[in-house]
């Protein structure tokens, strides 16, 4: 090999090396920050790793949609983030994706009631949820959605008042009987909690109630 071309080898393998620590090293930088409670600075850092598929960073998006740290909890993000770091080779993010609940929620519709039910009766609030969303879609069973939705909620788990807010607005397709007021309750206990779609549920109700104030002569409904 020549004096040439030797030195064009080693310059695209130190190119390589400059790239690999160059991507390391803001990655490095989220995990410190997530490590010690900055989750403002590793959100942000990982959001602009994320379009990299760099596996840390979506590792630390997943954990932190999932325990809630500097954001809403939200499962269904979180578990997304965990599935494409471990496909990016994450071990960490592998392990995490054991969790009973993790494993509970990925698991076929047929399989996940008897997995769930243990979870939620020793009393894990997201178990609990993730129930009544499996008896809401695809069983459209009342009952037990809305035994454990409220379970959840009483533990304090935005998603489960916001889902409760939803089913009385809406009277579950048909299932049951509306109660707005019950609705308009619910909603309000989610966004003390505050979950945002609840947020946004609850400033669309009211924007409605205005639109829709009593009128005798076009017989308009007050919900006033």
């Known amino acids: 090999m020549s004096s040439s071309s030797i030195v064009r080898?080693?310059?695209?393998?130190?190119l390589c090396l400059i790239a690999s620590f160059a991507s390391a090293a803001?990655?490095?930088d989220a995990l410190a920050a997530f490590n010690r409670g900055d989750y403002a600075t590793a959100l942000k850092i990982a959001f602009v790793l994320r379009d990299d598929d760099n596996p840390v960073a979506l590792r630390l998006l997943g954990q932190m949609y999932w325990q809630g740290k500097g954001v809403q909890v939200e499962p269904r993000t979180a578990i997304g983030y965990l599935l494409n770091a471990a496909n990016a080779g994450d071990a960490p993010a592998k392990a995490l994706l054991q969790d009973p609940v993790i494993a509970a929620f990925q698991a076929p519709a047929e399989?996940?009631?008897?997995?769930?039910?243990?979870l939620a009766e020793k009393g894990d609030r997201v178990?609990?949820?993730m129930l009544g969303e499996h008896y809401r879609y695809p069983l459209y069973e009342v009952e037990p959605a809305l035994r454990w939705y409220r379970a959840s909620a009483a533990q304090g788990?935005?998603?489960?008042?916001?889902?409760?807010?939803g089913i009385y607005s809406s009277g579950f397709g048909g299932a049951m009987k509306i109660d707005q007021v019950e609705g308009l309750r619910w909603y309000r206990q989610a966004v003390d909690l505050g979950d945002g779609a609840a947020m946004s549920a609850f400033?669309?109700?009211h924007q409605d109630r205005k639109s829709t104030r009593l009128n005798s002569s076009h017989g308009y409904i007050s919900y006033a």
């Open 9 to 14: 080898a080693l310059t695209a393998a130190a």
């Open 26 to 28: 803001p990655a490095d």
């Open 111 to 118: 399989q996940r009631a008897a997995l769930l039910t243990p």
């Open 127 to 129: 178990a609990q949820w």
């Open 157 to 165: 788990f935005g998603l489960a008042a916001t889902a409760l807010g």
């Open 203 to 205: 400033a669309t109700f």
